[in-house]
């Protein structure tokens, strides 16, 4: 990596000062259709929209654009304010963020279509622009608070200093190593995201990589296959793809030609690894799916297609316990336990065996949520689904439920074909056909949407 970038993986101690962005003035960090644009303008206009933001302790930025959202983040870091990253953009979503924290405002792109109300700052059409100096940010500056996505129960809050991103950065570069350039000779690699700046892994992978890394962002937020296709053929060489599972299979069901690409990196849900392999084979790259959470940010690695066990970043120590996985690293201030339940191997490596919460025991026997989900998704005619465990009903029984789309079956013709699948103690009991599964914009579903389908 070159010189410019070399410092990013260092752990920033403590009343240390560092650039909110690093690289020379001339580098790419957003590109799009007209072009790319250089650090130097993007700095002129943080510069300028920080001038102009209200005083607050914290906003939210709700902005889609990825280049907005990135200089409405930095201009808020250069202010000292802590942006919050909400679970979702729905206005109860951000009502209940607001609600936890009264001294904030929420920070929007221009629309002429809609009234923003009060307490919303919108960003204009052409960014104000003023020149000075790199702004420096305080190693122990809250920068940021992540929320859960909510798929286990209520969001919960996660602060992020901004030694903890710049050391977690770090991490990813190393964790990206083979699909990422060096940054040489003013080399940048273009990244494409189809996730949401707002999510922490879109946080990581689109937001600071572009600022701390040898990587230059795509400034939309491509969903659509058509879409990713076209955001694609508008990098200057071929872009690693960064994405989810959803994504993923939606692009690889469309048949779209893509462009050549650099590699796809996976996380946000599990990856089966016969879609990696289908990816891998259609691409003709590489697919890594990275393992994280909001409150660690990405701790693992793997190449799922002919891989199983997840490799920990340098620095992460992934220890069993009996209620979840602790982990501990560089860019945690005090380890974490996770949900999640692993199983180490001899050289490291750990196998993942779903979460606690997930696992399920009855008349003897264990399954996890997420084995009898993937039973269901391969199920012919499934085209998405979910098992989960609902509440407690009267008696304290908790039944096991299913919501499914699969046009033209019933209910009757889905046990027949599940049964083979797995033991019929796992059945569920309530099944519950839908249009389509309530996933937010990174493809998860948080479990009072699937809750609310059975009580409606």
Same mark, same amino acid.
């Given at each position: 990596?070159s =010189?410019?970038?070399?410092?990013t993986?260092?752990?920033?101690a403590?009343?240390?000062?560092?650039?909110?962005v690093?690289?020379?003035?001339?580098?790419?960090?957003v590109f799009?259709a007209?072009g790319?644009?250089p650090?130097?303008?993007? /700095?002129?206009e943080v510069?300028?929209v920080a001038?102009?933001l209200p005083t607050a302790?914290?906003?939210?930025?709700?902005?889609?654009? @990825?280049?907005?959202?990135?200089?409405?983040?930095?201009? =808020?870091? %250069?202010?000292?304010?802590t942006t919050l990253?909400?679970a979702s953009r729905?206005?109860?979503?951000?009502?209940?963020?607001?609600?936890q924290y009264p001294?904030?405002?929420c920070?929007v792109?221009?629309?002429a279509t809609?009234?923003?109300?009060?307490?919303? $700052?919108? /960003?204009?059409d052409?960014?104000?622009?003023?020149?000075g100096?790199?702004?420096?940010?305080d190693?122990d500056?809250?920068?940021?608070?992540g929320f859960?996505s909510g798929?286990?129960?209520q969001p919960?809050?996660?602060?992020k200093r901004?030694?903890?991103?710049?050391?977690?950065?770090?991490?990813?570069l190393?964790a990206l190593?083979g699909?990422?350039g060096?940054?040489?000779a003013?080399?940048t690699?273009?990244?494409?995201?189809t996730?949401?700046s707002?999510?922490m892994y879109?946080?990581?992978?689109?937001? +600071?990589?572009?600022?701390?890394?040898?990587?230059a962002?795509?400034?939309?937020?491509?969903?659509?296959p058509a879409?990713? =296709?076209?955001a694609?053929?508008?990098?200057?060489?071929p872009?690693l793809?960064?994405?989810?599972?959803?994504?993923?299979?939606?692009?690889?069901q469309?048949g779209v030609?893509?462009p050549p690409l650099a590699g796809?990196?996976?996380?946000t849900?599990?990856?089966?690894?016969?879609?990696a392999a289908?990816?891998?084979?259609?691409y003709?790259?590489?697919?890594?799916e990275?393992?994280g959470?909001?409150?660690?940010c990405?701790?693992a690695?793997?190449?799922?297609?002919?891989?199983s066990?997840?490799t920990?970043?340098?620095?992460?120590?992934?220890?069993p316990q009996p209620?979840?996985t602790?982990?501990?690293?560089?860019?945690?201030? $005090?380890?974490?336990v996770l949900?999640d339940?692993?199983e180490l191997e001899?050289d490291g490596?750990?196998?993942?065996?779903?979460? $606690?919460?997930?696992l /399920?025991?009855?008349?003897?026997? @264990?399954?996890?949520?997420?084995?009898?989900?993937r039973?269901?998704l391969?199920v012919?005619g499934?085209e998405?689904?979910v098992i989960?465990?609902?509440?407690?009903?009267?008696?304290?029984?908790?039944?096991?439920?299913?919501?499914v789309v699969?046009?033209g %079956?019933d209910?009757?013709s889905l046990m027949?074909?599940l049964r083979?699948?797995?033991?019929?103690?796992?059945?569920?009991?309530?099944v519950?056909?839908?249009?389509?599964?309530? @996933?937010?914009?990174?493809?998860?579903i948080?479990r009072?949407? +699937?809750?609310d389908i059975?009580?409606?």
């Amino acid at each position: 990596m070159s =010189a410019v970038f070399d410092n990013t993986a260092r752990n920033v101690a403590a009343g240390d000062r560092s650039p909110l962005v690093l690289g020379a003035p001339g580098r790419a960090i957003v590109f799009d259709a007209h072009g790319a644009v250089p650090l130097s303008r993007f /700095l002129d206009e943080v510069r300028g929209v920080a001038a102009g933001l209200p005083t607050a302790a914290h906003v939210l930025n709700l902005c889609e654009d @990825r280049y907005r959202f990135l200089v409405a983040f930095c201009a =808020a870091a %250069m202010r000292g304010q802590t942006t919050l990253l909400p679970a979702s953009r729905a206005e109860a979503t951000v009502a209940l963020v607001r609600a936890q924290y009264p001294d904030s405002y929420c920070i929007v792109e221009m629309d002429a279509t809609k009234d923003p109300g009060a307490d919303y $700052h919108v /960003l204009p059409d052409d960014l104000p622009r003023r020149t000075g100096e790199i702004p420096l940010i305080d190693a122990d500056a809250l920068v940021a608070i992540g929320f859960t996505s909510g798929s286990t129960g209520q969001p919960t809050a996660t602060p992020k200093r901004w030694r903890a991103f710049r050391a977690g950065t770090g991490q990813n570069l190393a964790a990206l190593t083979g699909l990422l350039g060096t940054g040489d000779a003013g080399f940048t690699t273009p990244v494409l995201a189809t996730v949401p700046s707002q999510h922490m892994y879109g946080m990581e992978m689109s937001v +600071l990589l572009p600022l701390l890394g040898p990587v230059a962002v795509h400034g939309s937020r491509p969903f659509f296959p058509a879409d990713i =296709a076209l955001a694609a053929h508008d990098a200057p060489t071929p872009p690693l793809l960064v994405t989810s599972p959803v994504h993923l299979r939606a692009l690889l069901q469309s048949g779209v030609a893509m462009p050549p690409l650099a590699g796809i990196v996976c996380s946000t849900a599990p990856l089966p690894p016969e879609l990696a392999a289908e990816a891998e084979q259609c691409y003709h790259c590489h697919v890594r799916e990275l393992f994280g959470s909001t409150e660690t940010c990405v701790i693992a690695r793997r190449r799922t297609a002919v891989e199983s066990a997840w490799t920990p970043l340098p620095g992460v120590c992934v220890t069993p316990q009996p209620d979840g996985t602790r982990v501990s690293a560089a860019h945690l201030d $005090h380890p974490v336990v996770l949900a999640d339940v692993v199983e180490l191997e001899a050289d490291g490596r750990f196998l993942l065996r779903g979460r $606690h919460a997930d696992l /399920l025991e009855i008349a003897g026997k @264990r399954a996890s949520l997420g084995d009898l989900t993937r039973a269901l998704l391969g199920v012919p005619g499934v085209e998405d689904g979910v098992i989960l465990q609902l509440d407690a009903e009267r008696g304290g029984v908790r039944r096991i439920g299913a919501v499914v789309v699969a046009p033209g %079956m019933d209910e009757a013709s889905l046990m027949q074909l599940l049964r083979g699948r797995c033991d019929p103690v796992f059945l569920p009991r309530r099944v519950r056909f839908v249009a389509r599964l309530p @996933r937010n914009a990174t493809g998860k579903i948080p479990r009072q949407s +699937l809750l609310d389908i059975f009580s409606a």
